[in-house]
């Protein structure tokens, strides 16, 4: 099963408020010739870490392609690049962020590109729970712990709520 992770927290120029930008990122993700194969609600989840920016809008879409990790990974840059994404300092407010949560069971060296699973992933209520809605049955590659474990240990503070679908 491969993972993506969705999110803005700026509005594009093109495609309007963040849960906007995420529906055109989806096809465009699809328009790649990438199945999506199945895709959550949009869930608000506040900066982090903690700061003055917008809240961001997340979501966690499942596809099917036959590129290995490195090359959909950077159709993802690709794609972030065409709809406005400047990175600049890390956690920067951004009108796009396409991350590879996993991809399978793969486990990457961590001094790899792309790392698998994501870094982060498994301590973000804003990846954990949409991923619920499509994957509920998912386990953490690293050490095959279930999703819903996963969401029981997250770090105090992290939560997400159910927001919007366009």
Not at 1 to 21: C, Q, R
Not at 35 to 63: C, D, E, K, L
Not at 137 to 153: F, M, V
């Amino acid at each position: 099963m491969i993972l993506i992770g969705i999110g803005a927290n700026l509005p594009s120029v093109e495609f309007g408020p963040p849960a906007k930008t995420l529906d055109a990122a989806i096809s465009a993700i699809a328009a790649k010739g990438i199945m999506v194969a199945a895709r959550s609600s949009f869930y608000t989840s506040a900066p982090f870490p903690a700061s003055n920016q917008p809240w961001f809008v997340n979501g966690v879409i499942h596809v099917k392609t036959a590129l290995k990790p490195k090359p959909l990974l950077d159709v993802l840059l690709e794609i972030e690049h065409l709809f406005g994404r400047i990175r600049s300092i890390p956690n920067a407010p951004r009108v796009l962020d396409l991350d590879l949560l996993a991809y399978g069971s793969l486990a990457t060296d961590p001094n790899s590109s792309p790392v698998l699973p994501h870094p982060r992933m498994h301590e973000r209520a804003f990846v954990l729970l949409p991923m619920l809605e499509i994957a509920p049955n998912w386990r953490y590659p690293l050490d095959r712990t279930p999703l819903a474990a996963l969401i029981e240990r997250m770090p105090a503070g992290q939560t997400a709520r159910l927001c919007c679908q366009s």
